[in-house]
């Protein structure tokens, strides 16, 4: 995974009345980001409040999204791991239900591996509402350590980046449909006009995805960290601006370690940028074609996804049906 040309830092939204309220959830109100990766660049700052304003949805800073733009203080990151997970843990501590939006994927996600990551959060959530976390990226990390807590509602979906102004404002409003969407318990994840099989010979597939970024996810193989395989499990895989023979050697890297023959099935989704610096064969395409011949096991892709323009919200760790009609969640999110 290359590093992402924007930055973000962290704030909190407060939703209300409007367009885009999640009326079903009245108790809903607050969506708290963190950013578990770099600093916000200051010519976002408008552009995002600006939409997210215009859908009356009010933005509170938590932390100083601009500190440490265009430094090293904290190497990748725009506060420190103790800060960042003092931020997070006071998220969990809210007596009601919240959405936490990641600010985006990026680098730095990996200072806050510990030995005491998850005991933290366990303790922070004990006897708390439910959570919902969602985002993409070098987010990855953090959908996949979280799996145990089952109090926590993990999505793969849109960061703050999904609504800087170099979107057009027609993707801006599905990415952020499509979240709201689910949380007011859509079924509908990818329609059928937005998916297909890679091999329409090998049916269709049921079970709960998991995964997100294949860079990611490769870099936690052998750690405790990475998600359980079962052949009860769809693995979703994206990445963006990685050559296809990195996208090849990652896959190989996932079939030696037996993750593809222990799965029900696989979901690609966008490979943004994912080519030969002069365009030279093969694509990237190509690659998984060739590579996914010899796994016997459903293959589908979408380009909503992931890192293109595009990123439908995919709850991890729920049962869907996942064919050339679409993904479905097979029941709606009790949150």
Do not use: W
Request: aromatic content about 8%; charged content about 20%; hydrophobic content about 40%.
């Amino acid at each position: 995974m290359s590093p992402e040309p924007c930055a973000i830092g962290a704030y909190s939204i407060l939703l209300e009345t409007g367009a885009f309220f999640v009326s079903q959830f009245p108790s809903f109100q607050k969506v708290s980001v963190l950013a578990t990766s770099s600093a916000l660049s200051p010519n976002l700052k408008s552009e995002v409040e600006g939409y997210l304003s215009s859908h009356e949805l009010k933005i509170s800073y938590l932390l100083n999204p601009y500190k440490g733009y265009g430094n090293d203080e904290h190497l990748f990151a725009a506060h420190s791991a103790d800060e960042r997970l003092r931020a997070m843990e006071g998220f969990l501590t809210l007596n009601e239900t919240g959405l936490f939006l990641a600010a985006r994927g990026g680098a730095g996600a990996y200072d806050l591996l510990s030995p005491q990551l998850l005991s933290r959060m366990e303790v922070a959530l004990k006897g708390k509402p439910g959570k919902i976390l969602c985002g993409y990226s070098d987010f990855t990390l953090l959908l996949s350590v979280f799996e145990s807590l089952e109090s926590l509602t993990l999505i793969h979906g849109p960061a703050l980046l999904g609504f800087r102004a170099e979107l057009p404002l027609e993707v801006r409003d599905q990415n952020l449909q499509s979240l709201l969407d689910v949380l007011r318990g859509g079924t509908l994840l990818v329609p059928d006009s937005e998916i297909e099989a890679v091999f329409p010979d090998r049916g269709n597939v049921e079970g709960e995805v998991f995964g997100g970024n294949l860079s990611v996810l490769c870099s936690l193989l052998g750690t405790p960290y990475f998600p359980k395989i079962s052949k009860k499990r769809i693995l979703l895989l994206e990445d963006v601006g990685e050559a296809p023979h990195k996208i090849h050697r990652h896959l190989s890297h996932l079939r030696a370690a037996s993750v593809f023959s222990n799965v029900s099935g696989v979901l690609l989704g966008s490979f943004y940028g994912c080519h030969h610096p002069e365009k030279k064969p093969p694509s990237t395409l190509d690659v998984i074609k060739r590579f996914f011949e010899t796994e016997a096991i459903p293959v589908f892709r979408t380009e909503s996804i992931g890192h293109g323009p595009i990123n439908r919200s995919i709850p991890l760790y729920r049962k869907v049906q996942l064919s050339e009609e679409g993904l479905h969640l097979d029941s709606p999110l009790r949150l």
